[in-house]
């Protein structure tokens, strides 16, 4: 088979967990997306934005998780190695233990955090935020790194998303989830 076949082909979990550890992949609706290494910015804001949630996150019932974590988005309640879409989010927090399993998340975590970089910005914003939102995903955060804004989605009462509320990083962010819990930017101004 050659290589555009491959990349034409459907694939599962099953196909997912056979590959190699060296390459990191998504896999969204049977199509597989190669992730690359992220710049040390973002790899910067991922760990400053952990270490602040799991300080917040300390003693409560929800669990936060960075990259590489594999969450997979059953379409209904097929079995792990037929499901079609595994993702890796930078940073994700679950609040409902069942999900949470050896082999990583299995349904939608409450609130997912990515990090944009230039190869998966357009698969962020869009793709992803599709993805989320079909699967009832409470909060999602895009960061912007080089332009210091962040974008965050959250689902209303039909689940849908609407317009994002979009903010600047000169001052805390609220988390809608947890209404006393806001993420200080003030790292940004050595990053």
């Not at 290589?3 to 099953?14: D, G, P, S, V």
């Not at 997979?72 to 930078?90: I, S, Y």
Request: hydrophobic share 35%.
């Amino acid at each position: 088979m050659s290589a555009a076949e491959k990349l034409q082909q459907r694939y599962t979990y099953a196909d997912y967990a056979q590959w190699p550890d060296d390459n990191r992949w998504e896999l969204i609706n049977g199509e597989m997306y190669a992730m690359t290494a992220p710049l040390r910015l973002h790899q910067d804001i991922v760990f400053e934005l952990a270490r602040q949630i799991g300080n917040y996150l300390q003693g409560k019932p929800c669990k936060g998780y960075v990259a590489p974590f594999d969450v997979r988005l059953p379409r209904n309640d097929e079995a792990d190695d037929k499901v079609e879409t595994v993702v890796q989010p930078d940073l994700s927090v679950i609040c409902d233990q069942s999900k949470l399993d050896k082999l990583g998340c299995r349904g939608i975590p409450d609130w997912i955090v990515e990090v944009l970089s230039p190869s998966s910005m357009l698969k962020d914003m869009n793709t992803k935020r599709s993805l989320y939102e079909q699967h009832g995903l409470k909060e999602y955060w895009l960061v912007h790194p080089e332009d210091r804004w962040l974008m965050v989605y959250t689902l209303d009462e039909q689940g849908r998303y609407g317009q994002p509320g979009v903010f600047g990083m000169d001052e805390p962010t609220a988390v809608q989830l947890f209404p006393d819990f806001s993420i200080n930017w003030s790292f940004m101004a050595e990053a």
